[in-house]
């Protein structure tokens, strides 16, 4: 069974400093990986998504990578701000399953 | 929010009353799905569709139906609450299950007392 580890479960960061999330998944047969962002009270944006056969995709300041082999994926916030102050989720989608599996987020507060 | 809409936002009912929460997309995509979130549990999936008329259970089904009788309109049953189904559901849609972004829709906050 898939399951899909976010560690920490909440990260403080000064603004300005560049962070990185964790995301750890068990079973490496999977079509691919999501992050997500969620605001308090709303539903999730989809930030980057990754393919099993990519190693990493990057939009602004962000950049997700992905290894496959080890189960792991990062996303890497640059120079951050308040304004990225979320919870940040990801999920995998196992090979061959309907189902995405979620991790239970990072929640960020970047501070002024 | 990539053209999906949920209602109603918010809702409170009582236990033993049917519950039917609506998602209509205009966006076109052939996938929607049927999430819960709560806290310590995270996001489970509920029900999902593949195409009109085509559904299937996700990992909490039980207490739960689901219609699409319209590309753009996903309708969630619980045909008798439980306190247990006290949660917050979340739409979404997927053009393609394997290769596309999921987009997610703001929420409905049930509570069923």
């Known amino acids: 069974k898939q399951e899909v580890t976010q560690i920490p479960a909440a990260l403080s960061v000064p603004e300005g400093e560049n962070l990185v999330l964790n995301c750890s998944f068990t079973?490496?047969?999977?079509?691919?990986l999501q992050w997500f962002r969620q605001d308090p009270g709303k539903g999730l944006t989809s930030l980057l998504l990754?393919?099993?056969?990519?190693r990493e995709q990057t939009s602004g300041r962000l950049n997700a990578s992905l290894d496959k082999s080890s189960g792991r994926s990062t996303l890497y916030i640059a120079a951050s701000q308040p304004g990225d102050s979320a919870t940040y989720l990801c999920?995998?989608?196992?090979?061959?399953?309907?189902?995405?599996?979620f991790g239970k987020g990072t929640k960020l507060t970047v501070n002024p | 929010d990539a053209g999906i809409t949920q209602s109603p936002r918010h809702k409170v009912t009582e236990t033993g009353t049917p519950v039917t929460l609506r998602c209509h997309q205009t966006?076109?995509?052939?996938?929607m799905y049927w999430y819960r979130q709560d806290p310590g549990h995270g996001l489970r999936l509920i029900h999902y569709?593949?195409?009109?008329?085509?559904?299937d259970k996700g990992e909490v089904s039980d207490g739960y139906s689901v219609s699409r009788s319209k590309t753009e309109d996903f309708l969630l049953t619980l045909e008798s609450a439980t306190s247990s189904q006290t949660s917050v559901y979340f739409c979404?849609?997927?053009?393609?299950?394997?290769?596309?972004?999921?987009?997610f829709g703001s929420g409905t906050q049930l509570s069923v007392l």
């Open positions: 979404a849609i997927s053009a393609d299950r394997d290769v596309e972004k999921l987009f």
């Open positions: 990754i393919q099993s056969s990519q």
């Open positions: 569709s593949y195409g009109v008329k085509d559904t």
């Open positions: 966006e076109n995509h052939r996938y």
């Open positions: 079973d490496s047969a999977i079509y691919n």
């Open positions: 999920a995998v989608r196992p090979s061959g399953s309907e189902k995405l599996v």
